[in-house]
């Protein structure tokens, strides 16, 4: 019997983390399921934290959308090491948030896990009123942009602390205040909205777009939020970035 192994696409292994809180975690988690299963040869595992190490050494890529999870400091050295060695990690939306309420109401960020952003290149601080902002393209050779033009979202737009060097693919400008949070006041400057973090011989690529809300994930603040929010979720392009990102990010498969 012949062996056609080699003619036969081989399986590509995926860790998925999706957890934490103020967000619609399920409806963030079945989008990027039913995007990650467009490829048969893709097999995921999904986790709500980053305890499973043995996993995600095997991923192929990481997909992470979180809010104020953590890693213990030995997991951040772990993925540090993973990513070094080849690996690719896509980042969404809040996965360099950490959330501190203030006796004042406010919410502080502090840099409690400095490995952690370094790793990613960027920490989220603050983000304005969710409302409307014009996304550009920064970098418009770049294979995981080409052919996308700028457009106007509305969306938690992210004021961070950056940490390394990054290639950033996407950004947009803002003046102004990140409202209720402890670091308020932004000078007008261009901030970040996809970018890659190279690593050794693998990279980081970090999307900041993506809020979702539903009705009860603000809870214990709200038992009920009125307003369901989808936000970029809501435009063909947002898709079409994240699928862009897990194509790059399968690709690790064949270095």
């Not at 399921?33 to 890529?61: M, P, T």
């Not at 038992?223 to 079409?240: G, H, I, M, R, S």
Request: aromatic letters at 10%; a negative charge.
């Amino acid at each position: 019997m012949s062996d056609d192994s080699q003619a036969r696409p081989g399986r590509i292994d995926c860790v998925l983390v999706a957890a934490g809180k103020f967000h619609d975690i399920d409806f963030a988690r079945l989008e990027l399921l039913k995007l990650l299963s467009e490829d048969e040869r893709i097999r995921v595992r999904v986790f709500e934290d980053y305890s499973n190490l043995e996993a995600i050494r095997k991923a192929a890529f990481l997909v992470t959308y979180t809010c104020d999870v953590i890693p213990s400091l030995d997991e951040q050295e772990a993925l540090r090491a993973w990513v070094a060695g080849g690996g690719r990690w896509y980042a969404l939306h809040g996965t360099a948030s950490i959330l501190r309420f203030l006796d004042n109401g406010l919410v502080d960020s502090p840099a409690l896990a400095p490995h952690l952003m370094e790793t990613l290149g960027s920490q989220f601080i603050a983000h304005p009123p969710i409302g409307p902002y014009r996304v550009e393209v920064a970098k418009p050779q770049h294979p995981l942009v080409a052919g996308i033009e700028p457009f106007e979202v509305v969306d938690e737009l992210y004021l961070s602390d950056i940490h390394a060097q990054l290639e950033v693919l996407l950004d947009t400008e803002f003046e102004g205040e990140g409202t209720g949070f402890a670091r308020s006041t932004w000078q007008r400057a261009r901030h970040p909205v996809l970018y890659l973090r190279p690593i050794g011989q693998g990279s980081v690529l970090y999307l900041t777009l993506g809020h979702c809300r539903g009705h009860y994930d603000m809870q214990p603040f709200m038992d009920y939020w009125p307003e369901k929010q989808t936000c970029a979720w809501d435009l063909p392009v947002f898709y079409e970035l994240l699928r862009r990102g897990i194509s790059w990010g399968k690709a690790a498969k064949d270095q």
